[in-house]
């Protein structure tokens, strides 16, 4: 019998922003610095008000998978692919910003 190795599922960015902000979505270590520039945040934004597909977003429930901040995942949704538009969405909605273009620390704006 084959066990189901992966589901896709369909969540509102409202529910991805939720993750983020009780920290069940973490950065695994092996993940890039974010690196968009403005520009690409803006134009992620008005693909998602035109209602364009923006891509996936891939998570890994794992319990050995290192963090940025050098602690375990311990079952949190580990971003495989998807980080940039995660981090721009976190920029853009939850209005915190990416200091030194540096995934930590993020920091609310004022």
Known sequence: ???QKYAVNQHLIESILTWVKSG???IPEIQRPFVWDTSKVRDLMYSLYQG???GYI???KNPNI????GSLSEGKKTLIDGQ???MALRAAILGE???NFSVLPIQQCP
Do not use: F, G, N, T
């Open 97 to 99: 910003y990416v200091v």
């Open 84 to 86: 940039q538009r995660v």
């Open 66 to 69: 290192r963090l940025k901040d």
């Open 1 to 3: 019998m084959l066990s």
């Open 24 to 26: 069940e979505i973490a």
């Open 58 to 60: 891939i998570a890994w």
């Open 52 to 54: 364009y597909p923006v």
